[in-house]
C-alpha cells in the first residue's frame, strides 16, 4: 500500500513553481522610480481627497 497521498506530495512539486510565480512586473526600471511613483500618486490622491472636501 503506498503511503504518499497526492496532498503530501503537492507542497514538493509547487515549491519550484511558487518560487518563479510573481505579481510584479518586468524588473528593468530602477526600485527609486518605483517608489517616486507610488508617493506621487500618493500626494496626488491626497490633494484631490482635500481639493473635494471629502476629508
Given at each position: 500500500?503506498?503511503t504518499?497521498?497526492?496532498?503530501a506530495?503537492?507542497p514538493?512539486?509547487?515549491?519550484?513553481?511558487?518560487?518563479?510565480?510573481?505579481?510584479?512586473?518586468?524588473?528593468?526600471?530602477?526600485?527609486?522610480?518605483?517608489?517616486?511613483?507610488?508617493?506621487?500618486?500618493?500626494?496626488?490622491?491626497?490633494?484631490?481627497?482635500?481639493?473635494?472636501?471629502?476629508?
Amino acid at each position: 500500500m503506498n503511503t504518499t497521498s497526492a496532498a503530501a506530495a503537492a507542497p514538493a512539486s509547487l515549491t519550484g513553481v511558487r518560487e518563479s510565480a510573481r505579481t510584479g512586473g518586468p524588473d528593468d526600471r530602477p526600485k527609486w522610480l518605483e517608489h517616486v511613483l507610488g508617493w506621487t500618486l500618493v500626494v496626488v490622491l491626497a490633494m484631490f481627497v482635500t481639493q473635494t472636501g471629502l476629508m
